[in-house]
């Protein structure tokens, strides 16, 4: 059958009508769903890509500023939300299971899967790195049904609290390693001329990265967030006459202009969205404003994911994964149900958690658009080969889809047994 464009928007309509509908009349008739909205939208789009001919082919390569632009408005707005909806104030104490992932088990995620690559893949060394930096964090986007609810509930679980918190953060903390992963192609290309997937790594790169990309944006993205959030809180909260502010406007205003200016100034506009939101919302904590506001968000966040996830599955059927054999899957499952579990439990020993929190947040680190955005970025932005990168997008794919179909099933009933008297 072929593909027409009133097809398509008549099935993307269905998509998101299906989206606003289903869930809430499950609630409403008491049924358990088997299938999450992302698995659904990737299946769907597995089917689509399967049965109708005339679809453009999705190359996200030659395709790579699409793919980064739609995927970057997916995850600023997912930590908009991610921010809005944590009740909890920062604290050494408070956010110690926070610490413990960012500090450690994202670090170990990243060696662990460069390592695979390099050793399982066949990457060159600077690739390999790339595909670490990429995979490592949460995704703040997918995550949701681990998450806290919206701002306000009373009681919260420890593990989606330390999701929640862990996701919103470890997206702009992953892009460090990122930028080295891009230092080191570019100048390994400057000296031979050619494809830099080896990367290089001489003194010179990696002062430069400490300096810029490690303490200056990181410092930058924090400061520039507290800022925003404390000057828009205190517009909107002291200044403004509440009830004449619009919350789709504001939502978006603080978003785009929180990570605008921050990028402006070469700061991680990821870091300083997800601040900016958890300042704003120690205005007032308790106005019914917050829940408002962390609604449009969520709302708008999840046109994106359906689109992303819905043309993932496409790609899928298209044949993405081709450049993989079964080295890639057991690379796809070892990092999925291995390593981040492995990192993850072992980075939160000492802490008071109980049993059950401890292994959902070992867990559930749910892989998706984050690592696409960053995956599209380093490609853009650095010069790779092009099998190195058509393997790095076959790699990333499968465990995206892997992680959407496991964790989409898994999660939630692994969450429905975690209570707040767990903590």
């Not at 919206?150 to 990122?178: C, H, I, M, Q, Y």
Request: charged content about 15%; some cysteine; proline content about 5%.
């Amino acid at each position: 059958m072929t593909m027409s464009y009133e097809i398509f928007l008549a099935m993307l309509g269905f998509g998101v009508l299906s989206s606003a509908i289903v869930p809430a009349l499950a609630r409403r008739m008491g049924w358990r769903l088997p299938v999450s909205v992302p698995i659904a939208c990737l299946f769907g789009g597995i089917g689509v890509g399967l049965v109708f001919d005339g679809i453009p082919v999705i190359d996200p390569i030659g395709q790579g500023v699409l793919v980064q632009r739609i995927t970057e408005m997916a995850v600023i707005l997912s930590l908009t939300g991610g921010g809005l909806k944590l009740d909890r104030a920062i604290g050494l104490r408070s956010w110690a299971s926070t610490w413990r992932l960012l500090a450690l088990t994202m670090p170990i995620c990243i060696l662990a899967l460069a390592g695979l690559g390099w050793a399982a893949l066949g990457l060159p060394v600077a690739a390999a790195l790339l595909l670490g930096a990429v995979m490592a964090p949460t995704d703040p986007v997918l995550a949701a049904s681990v998450q806290v609810g919206p701002p306000g509930e009373a009681k919260e679980t420890e593990a989606r609290f330390a999701l929640t918190s862990e996701a919103g953060l470890n997206d702009g903390l992953a892009f460090p390693f990122v930028y080295l992963a891009i230092a080191a192609t570019a100048d390994r290309m400057a000296e031979t001329g050619g494809p830099g997937d080896e990367g290089s790594f001489d003194p010179p790169v990696l002062w430069e990265w400490l300096a810029i990309d490690v303490f200056w944006k990181i410092a930058a993205g924090l400061v520039m967030g507290w800022l925003i959030g404390r000057f828009l809180g205190w517009a909107v909260f002291r200044l403004a006459p509440r009830k004449g502010v619009s919350d789709a406007f504001l939502a978006l205003g603080l978003t785009l202009f929180a990570y605008g200016v921050t990028e402006m100034v070469n700061g991680y506009g990821f870091i300083a969205v997800f601040i900016a939101a958890l300042t704003f919302r120690r205005f007032e904590r308790d106005h019914s404003f917050h829940t408002d506001l962390h609604h449009y968000v969520e709302q708008t966040e999840m046109i994106f994911l359906i689109c992303v996830v819905f043309v993932t599955g496409i790609a899928i059927a298209q044949g993405i994964l081709a450049p993989l054999g079964l080295s890639g899957l057991l690379v796809a499952g070892l990092f999925l149900f291995v390593v981040r579990p492995l990192a993850g439990w072992m980075s939160l020993s000492g802490l008071k958690l109980t049993r059950g929190d401890r292994f959902a947040i070992s867990v559930l680190g749910i892989r998706g658009v984050g690592s696409m955005y960053y995956l599209a970025y380093g490609l853009n932005h650095a010069p790779y080969s092009m099998e190195s990168g058509r393997l790095l997008w076959a790699i990333v794919a499968l465990i995206v889809a892997i992680s959407v179909v496991a964790h989409g099933i898994g999660a939630p009933r692994l969450m429905s047994r975690l209570t707040p008297q767990d903590d």
